[in-house]
């Protein structure tokens, strides 16, 4: 497996987004070290105290939590609640991970969760070579215009 976003993927945000954007990461790695080299702000929701608070300065580490409505494993939304910013030009979907079968469908908790988020701007959900992910880039791309370039899709 393959943790970080792909040099692809970086590319894309390079030639699609201005220098100093902001970016609200869901699921930090060595991506994010990338990210910043190229003039980006990350600002990054982290479960595992491993990979949060590594690149930078804007992290919130925030154990998964399993929902027993959804049946689904997410980010506790007790630690992101009053915590995020409103305002950034990329909502980029990386996370949380799976570790376990437990956590296949885990990143479909953001639907769960869609009142923290800003949904105005861009997203862009990694891994949709899973149908996991594919299944929810297929959702938050419902009356949106989409697009899939390999393993990530870009909602606009
Ligand atoms: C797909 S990774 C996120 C990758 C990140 N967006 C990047 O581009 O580097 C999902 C989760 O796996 C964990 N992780 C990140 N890098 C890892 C690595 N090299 N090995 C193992 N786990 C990693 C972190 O907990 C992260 O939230």
Same mark, same amino acid.
């Given at each position: 497996?393959?943790?970080?976003?792909?040099?692809?993927?970086?590319?894309?945000?390079?030639?699609?987004?201005?220098?100093?954007? @902001?970016?609200?990461?869901?699921?930090?790695?060595?991506?994010?070290?990338?990210?910043?080299?190229?003039? *980006?702000?990350?600002? /990054?929701?982290?479960?595992?105290?491993?990979?949060? *608070? @590594?690149? !930078?300065?804007?992290?919130?580490?925030?154990?998964?939590?399993?929902?027993?409505? /959804?049946?689904?494993?997410?980010?506790?939304?007790?630690?992101?609640?009053?915590?995020?910013?409103?305002?950034?030009?990329?909502?980029?979907?990386?996370?949380?991970?799976?570790?376990?079968?437990?956590?296949?469908?885990?990143?479909?908790?953001?639907?769960? !969760?869609?009142?923290?988020?800003?949904?105005?701007?861009?997203?862009?959900?990694?891994?949709?070579?899973?149908?996991?992910?594919?299944?929810? *880039?297929?959702?938050?791309?419902?009356?949106?215009?989409?697009?899939? !370039?390999?393993? *990530?899709?870009?909602?606009?």
């Amino acid at each position: 497996m393959t943790w970080a976003l792909t040099p692809d993927t970086i590319k894309f945000i390079i030639d699609n987004f201005p220098k100093g954007s @902001k970016i609200l990461e869901l699921g930090s790695g060595d991506g994010t070290r990338e990210l910043l080299a190229n003039g *980006f702000q990350v600002f /990054s929701i982290e479960q595992d105290p491993e990979w949060a *608070f @590594k690149y !930078h300065d804007e992290y919130i580490l925030a154990p998964v939590k399993f929902n027993e409505t /959804s049946k689904r494993w997410w980010f506790d939304p007790t630690y992101l609640e009053g915590k995020l910013p409103t305002e950034y030009d990329l909502l980029l979907v990386d996370g949380p991970t799976g570790h376990t079968p437990d956590y296949n469908d885990c990143r479909l908790g953001i639907l769960d !969760h869609l009142e923290l988020f800003n949904m105005q701007v861009p997203l862009l959900v990694d891994d949709v070579d899973r149908p996991e992910e594919l299944e929810l *880039f297929n959702i938050l791309s419902e009356g949106r215009e989409s697009s899939l !370039h390999g393993r *990530f899709g870009v909602i606009q």
